[in-house]
Structures are given as structure tokens and as C-alpha cells.
């Protein structure tokens, strides 16, 4: 079995697993990083570390939102991100092979799965691509912008 | 009987995911609470057999709320919830006198494990 | 036969062989069954032994014959103790002092007491009982070990719950780690407890089998325990030496921490205010104080740059038939240890643009370290023909880093800053040593990463003199910081030349260029929310100026509002997010406000791209 955590950013509903996930945070206030890209919201002060905030309705091309309300925080092997997301729901339990495979749909990239749970589709987040995106994105910024 | 259960926590997320997997095996959640004093008022209301702890929370923090609870109750049954970057909180937890202790995200298999541990010892 | 050129070789080359030693020791501390480590340790004794016993050192090559002795029972073994380890370091800092003497042409200090101190071999140990399943009652207990998976989140903790648990099958006569241990953090998946109890092994180990996070439980006999316990096990990861002194200061601050706590809690107790408040201030001494000694233990001296540098000088000297004499002052001068770290490959570089470029057949090069305020500044000096402004001008504006009009009116000095703008060269020549177009701007960057800032300056015949002004510490240092488009940014303050605040009149114009008279000197003004692509606010009363050095050029930045200095600690920014250009970490003020720290030059090279 495994746990999921449901998310919806602009008309789409994503999921996480519950894993990747470290908390979920709500009304933090954002503070602004000046240099950083245009999808970096800014960043929230977490346990007493710099967390960056990733606006994901940007990131994915959705119109955008107001971020900061709910976030979440993923657990990462190389540093903690948080996703600004619209809405978070309940955590669901599914099985595995409820799961099928996503026919291959190349312009969504950040989707690696998509699940069928009870009739409703959920597209599981990819987050290696996330942070793959992210390691481009970073590593650019500056040099578009001016 | 049925056994009674208080949940601590400040996000509505986790409460409701606790109470979900409370609820399930059968045991009844007698109190949620959302901060440290909220809970020492609680537990002085319902004593239940077990209470899960978050360990960072808004106003009074879950240290010191424990640690209130056991000083008018030494035999109260405490299981810490925290996330994974607190291990120092734990450690003070675990010091401070909680019986066990779960690391956030947790799966719904380690909450029984603990469960099960803290009411059998 | 010139002694005096071959002693200073001899001691250059022990120091050499030293370092390496002290290397080497500090790796084995964590892999203490490294053969090559051993290796390599045995053969660094060897050489010392062989060249003191030439040049008729005797007592030096005494300790280093008996450093090989021991090694080599270390290799026949197979492993190298802590206490050995300890012992050699001892050893080697008894080596550095007799180096000492016979630098400064005294005799030998004895090694005798030392030799005293060698670390004996172990008793033999008890033979083995066998012990059938019992109650654990006999008066020593039984050890019971432990090992937690590998992906247990908080296994200090998890330790805490399982000791509490075992005082419930009996009495815990002690663990490895010990509660105390497991309180301050020490993490590790193994874990050993000596349990006295009436119950059976089976249940006990019954009871254990509810811990999921449990991976493997043995019982060991207290015969065999001992048996184990000599190969003793040390921490692994980064250690380091700390002095008993600096304990010694950790130890009284505690105390007076715990009577601050007790003043705090009475004058809270009795609505004290006046005493409250003076508890308080006490404290802020205290914690300003911990916070000093805390640094203490990262810092280390540039002694230990000192050997390899004066290396590089003797083989480029060698290597270009130059003679070359080395100076070094203020090596006792101390510095975080990761700045240290970033330090070594600049200096290299810097001394061999020396020897290449300054220095023609005979010179010196000076190595000065000295403080100034909460800054260390490390100069290399040459007195050779110095720096050529007529050839950095033309070379300037062959690469098109000046314009005509401006190669005349450049002073020299900001004409010398140039050389550190990437692909700038004079050498007429590729030379084996600097070669061409790598070099100073390397050297500045690394400089600059570690916050910070280099500076040329030469005279025509006096010789050229590099310094670096570098923060004492890495993670706490102590910025500016500045308001732009309502949010507050730093800078370090080593990167700050002064902060002004002129009226819009003194601003004058060259061509589309916002200039400033700074000090009889024109300044080109910059706008940070130009630079950060924010919207222009509108004109001020007063302008507030930060005056900066970038691309090696002094420039005035123009902010909103100049907030102030603080001191603060420094987070690095979790990756992907560091690879950010412009910013190079940030900072949460006690208010919870962050606050990012600009890197001014990468975000100028970020502009020009």
C-alpha cells in the first residue's frame, strides 16, 4: 500500500507520495530573494533554515495564485524545496497496482504516473524531473533575465 | 472498553490523518488539540490511555506540555510526532518522558507498531 | 660544503614529511585500518629518520626511529589505535619543536621523558567462558548489543526509548553510547547496554523483537566484551584537536551559564526587574562569549600552508635558477578552518606569478599575515621590478577592457585591478608555471567566494604587493544591509569600501554613465534595482551610496536605504538553489525576516552576459 498526499494547482490534481513529503505549512510569509528565477516565489524561514518556495502554477503554466497559504515542504535528499500549491487534501491509501502506467505524453513532463482512485485521475508529480528542471533553472538564472 | 486516544498536533492535515488511523483499529479519539495548553486541558479532562504529541506547535510547544501532563500524571502515555529535521526535539522528548516516538511523514504500519508498543509496556 | 643552505633544505623537507604525517593520522583516525594510510605513515618516519641521521641530528632522528618502530608493529597488525594515533601526534608536535632547535642553531631538547609515554602493548586478554541461557543476575550483568537499520530517522532518540525500556527488565549498569552521549547527539546504529536482570535472555529478547527499527540483536558474553574492546573505536567523520585550555574555557563558561539560569529563574520567581535585566545582560555576555569560543575551535593558524608554500618557492626558484629567499610573518595569524582550506591553491598561484613575473634573478617574497579588526589580511609581497602600468594599459586596450579615453585617465591603481579580469595576461611569453590567461582572476574568484577581497598594488622597481582582506570566519561575519524595493539584502562588510549619503546635485554625467565624485575620484553610480530588475523608485532627497569594488573597479551603488551592520550567521542555500548567481547564501534575522546575501560580482558578470 502505498500513501499519497492529493494536491490541486490551477485545474489539475496532483499527488505526492506521502514519503517524499516533510510537512505540509499553511499562511507562512513569504520573503523575497532578489536574485533568484522568476518561478522561485521567494522563501519561507522553516525550523530555522532558508527554505525557497517554487511557485508551481508557474512552473506548470497555470495562472497564477496567491502563494504562501499552503506549501508543501518535501523531504529531499540534497535540501529541503517547497511546492506552492492551491489546495492540499486529505491523504489517500492506494495500491500499487491501482496505478497505470501514463501513455506517453511528452509536453507533461512533471507527471510520471497517473492514478485512477476511484474513477477520480490524480497525476503523480515527477520529482526527479522537478529537480532536474530546477538544477537547469538555477543554474541559468541571471543570464535570461537581463 | 474502548481505548481513548488524544491527538496533538497543529496542522488539521496531520490530526485528521492520526485520527483516521485511531479510528480504524477501533479506538476512540476522545480530544483533538491544537497547542500545548489545549492539551494539558484535555488530558486533565479526559485521561486518556494514550496521547500523540506533536513536538512544534504554536503558543506552548509539545515539550512543555508533556512535560506538565507527567507532572500531574506520571504514568500518562506519550507518543511524540515530529518531523524529520527535529531530532534534538525528540531526544528532549524522549528525556522529558515520552514513551515513544514517530517521525513525520510516518506510515500508518510504524503508528501501530508504536501504538501497540506503548500500551502493551 | 654550505651547512647553512643544506640545513634550511632538511628542515623545509621535515616540515614537509610532518605535515603529511599529521595529514595522513587525521584520515586514519576515521579508517584506522587504512594499509596505504599506515604505509605512507610508516615510509613519512623513514625519511625524516634518514635525513636527521645525515645531517647528525641526533636526538631528531632518535624520535623518528622510534616513530618507524612503532608504525611497524602497527602495519604487522594490520590497524592503528587512537591512542597511537594521539601518541603520534604527539610525537610529530615534539618533531615541529625540535625542528625549532635546530633552526635556531641550539642544541636538541631531550626526548627522553617522551619516550616514556610510549603506549604499551595490551594485556593479554581473560580466556573465553562459554555461558549457557540464565537470568542476566551475575554481579557484572551481560552486554547486549544492538544494531538499529540503516533508515532509522532519529536513532539517537530511538536508543533513549530502547535504555528506558531495558531499566524495565532490570538494572542498566552502562551503554555505550551512554544516555549522556545519546543527549548531546551522538548518533550512531549501534548501540551497547550492560543490563543486570532477573529475567531470561528469551524474553527479554522477545520484548526487543517489537522494535521494528531493531535490525540485530546479540548477546555477548562480558569475557568477550572484553576481548572486543581492544580495538577501540573511535568516532568517524571530521575531527578535530582542541586544546584542554579552550575546554578548560568551555567547562567555566557552563558554570557561569548555570549560575546566569539560576539568577534568571530567581529574579523571574520574585518579579525582580532590575535583577531580570541585569541576568539578562549577563547573558548576552555569555552567549557573546560561547559564540567566540565555539569559533575557536574551527580556527586554525596559516602554520600549516606555511611548509608547502615555502616548497613551491624552492622548486619554481630551482626550476628558473632564480635564488629566492621566503619570508614568513605572522603564520601564527588564525583563520577559519575552511577558509584556510580555499586559501592554499591562491597563494600558490600568487607566489609563482612572483617568481615568474616579478622577480628576475635574486629577490625575496614576503608571506605576511596580520589582523586587523574582525578582519585577517594576507599579503604576498615581491621586490622585484613590480607591475608595468604602461603594459596593463595596453593590454587593456588591446582586449577592450578600456576605452582610449579611458587608458588615459585610469589611475595606476585601479589600472592593477584589471589583471584579475578573466583572460587578461602580460606575460610576453607562455610560461610553464603561470601559463596564459588562467590565473589572477581564479585567484580573485576564490577569494571572493570565501567573502573576501583582493587588491594589487605595485610601484615600478619597489615590486608588486597582493592583499587579501579576509573575514576571520566563514559562517558568521558581518554585513551591510540595505533596503531596495522594500526588501532588506546584505553584503559582507569586507566587500564594502564606505557608505555614503550624497545630494542629487553632486551627481554629474558622462555620456549615459551617472557619476559621483568620491574622494577627488570619479565613480560610475549603479542602481541595485536596475541591476535586480525592480522598478525604478521615485527620486530621493538624499542618495545613499554604498562604495564597492567590482571587476576590480570602485563603484557606487545605489540603494534605497543603507539599514545597517549586523552580525550574522550565514546559510548556505540548499542545492539546487545555491547555484543561484548573485546570491550566495542568506540569513534569518531575529525578527524572522530573511535576508539574502548579494554577491555584487556575479551579479555584474550576470549583467554583462
Known sequence: ?146 | ?121 | MDVLKFREMFLAEAAEHLQMMVDILVQLDSDPEDQDGIDALFREAHSIKGMAATMEYAETARLAHHLEDRLDICRKQGRISGVEIDWLLEANDLLKLLLEDIRNDSTERSIESFLGTIPQESEACPPLEGKADGPLECDQGQQIQLRLRDTVVAPGARFMVLLKRFSDFGTVLGSTPSAEELLQGGESLHLAVTLKSDLFQQQIHDQLLKYSEVEEITFVDEAEVKKEKQPEKRPSGKTVRVSTELLDHFINLTGELITNRNQLQNALRERQWEELDDGVGQLVRLVKNLHHQVLQVRMVSLQGLTGRLSRTVRDLARNHKKEIEFQVVGAEIELDRAIVEELTDPLVHMIRNAIDHGIEEKGTITLKAWRERDQVLVQVADDGCGIDPDKIRQRALEKGLLNPSQAQTIRDYDLFQLICQPGFSTADEISETSGRGVGMDVVKTAIERVGGLLLIDSSPGEGARITLKLPISLAIIRVLIVECDGSWMAMPITRVVQTVEISPDEVQSSGKQLMINYQDELLPMLSLRKILKRPQGSPPETIPLVVTEVMGRKVGLVVDRLVGQREVFIQRLPAPFDQIRGCNGGTILGDGQIVFLLDLQSLFERRRS
Not at chain 1, 517524499?20 to 499562511?27: A, F, H, K, R, S
Not at chain 1, 497555470?62 to 517547497?82: D, E, S, T, W
Not at chain 1, 495500491?95 to 497517473?114: G, H, K, L, P, T
Not at chain 2, 507527567?70 to 528525556?95: E, F, M, R, Y
Open chain 2, 1 to 121: 472498553m474502548l481505548k481513548r486516544v488524544l491527538i496533538v498536533d497543529d496542522a488539521l492535515f496531520m490530526r485528521t490523518m492520526l485520527r483516521d488511523i485511531f479510528v480504524e483499529i477501533g479506538w476512540q479519539v476522545v480530544a483533538e488539540a491544537e497547542n500545548g495548553e489545549e492539551a494539558i486541558a484535555a488530558y486533565e479532562e479526559h485521561r486518556p490511555d494514550l496521547v500523540t504529541m506533536d513536538v512544534v506547535m504554536p503558543e506552548m510547544g509539545g515539550i512543555d506540555a508533556l512535560k506538565v501532563i507527567l507532572s500531574q500524571d506520571p504514568a500518562a502515555a506519550i507518543v511524540v510526532c515530529s518531523a524529520l529535521g527535529q531530532k534534538n526535539l525528540i531526544l528532549d522528548a524522549v528525556s522529558a518522558g515520552a514513551k515513544d516516538f514517530i517521525v513525520k511523514p510516518f506510515q500508518r504500519d510504524q503508528v501501530l507498531e508504536v501504538v501497540e508498543r506503548v500500551i502493551a509496556s
Open chain 1, 1 to 146: 500500500m502505498t500513501q499519497l498526499l492529493p494536491f490541486k494547482v490551477g485545474y489539475e490534481t496532483y499527488a505526492l507520495k506521502l514519503n517524499d513529503v516533510q510537512e505540509v505549512v499553511e499562511n507562512q510569509t513569504l520573503h523575497d530573494f532578489p536574485t533568484a528565477p522568476d518561478i522561485v516565489a521567494g522563501a519561507i524561514s522553516f525550523h530555522g533554515r532558508i527554505v525557497p518556495v517554487v511557485d508551481l502554477a508557474r512552473l506548470l503554466g497555470f495562472p497564477l495564485g496567491k502563494i504562501g497559504q499552503r506549501l508543501i515542504v518535501l523531504v529531499n535528499q540534497r535540501g529541503p524545496v517547497a511546492l506552492g500549491v492551491d489546495v492540499v487534501r486529505a491523504v489517500i491509501n492506494i495500491e500499487m497496482n491501482q496505478m497505470n502506467q501514463m501513455e506517453d505524453f511528452a509536453e507533461r513532463n512533471y507527471i510520471s504516473n497517473v492514478i485512477n482512485y476511484g474513477g477520480e485521475m490524480m497525476s503523480l508529480f515527477d520529482l526527479d524531473h522537478l529537480q532536474r528542471e530546477l538544477e537547469l533553472i538555477c543554474l541559468q538564472a541571471g543570464g535570461e533575465r537581463c
